[in-house]
Nanobody
Framework: QVQLVESGGDLVQPGGSLKLSCVVSGFTFASYWMYWLRQAPGKDLEWVSDVSQSGGTTDYNDSVKGRFTISRDNARETLYLQMNNLTPDDTATYYC????????RGKGTLVTVSS
């Protein structure tokens, strides 16, 4: 059974940092590009970042470039998203996914950026 379980979401002040994790099971993690997506209240699902199978290639939405870092540990079957200099616009539920459309994704973890 395929499972993706995100964690690490929290309430954080503007300018703060969080690190999200996503533990996967049920498929060969190392064989897939992996994605972080997010959905802000009242908005559509949005692609945030992706990483190649080896971790050697990464891509970022312009809105997070320079602030977020995606990484993975294939031995631990875990995907990460380090988020720095957070702003209220980053408030959203964050999902890890096996595809960019989010057809196969976890239940998400809530990040709230507010003073």
């Amino acid at each position: 059974q395929v499972q993706l379980v995100e964690s690490g979401g929290d309430l954080v002040q503007p300018g703060g940092s969080l690190k999200l994790s996503c533990v996967v099971s049920g498929f060969t993690f190392a064989s897939y590009w992996m994605y972080w997506l997010r959905q802000a209240p009242g908005k559509d699902l949005e692609w945030v970042s992706d990483v190649s199978q080896s971790g050697g290639t990464t891509d970022y939405n312009d809105s997070v470039k320079g602030r977020f870092t995606i990484s993975r540990d294939n031995a631990r079957e875990t995907l990460y998203l380090q988020m720095n200099n957070l702003t209220p616009d980053d408030t959203a539920t964050y999902y890890c996914a096996r595809d960019q459309q989010g057809k196969l994704r976890g239940k998400g973890t809530l990040v709230t950026v507010s003073s």
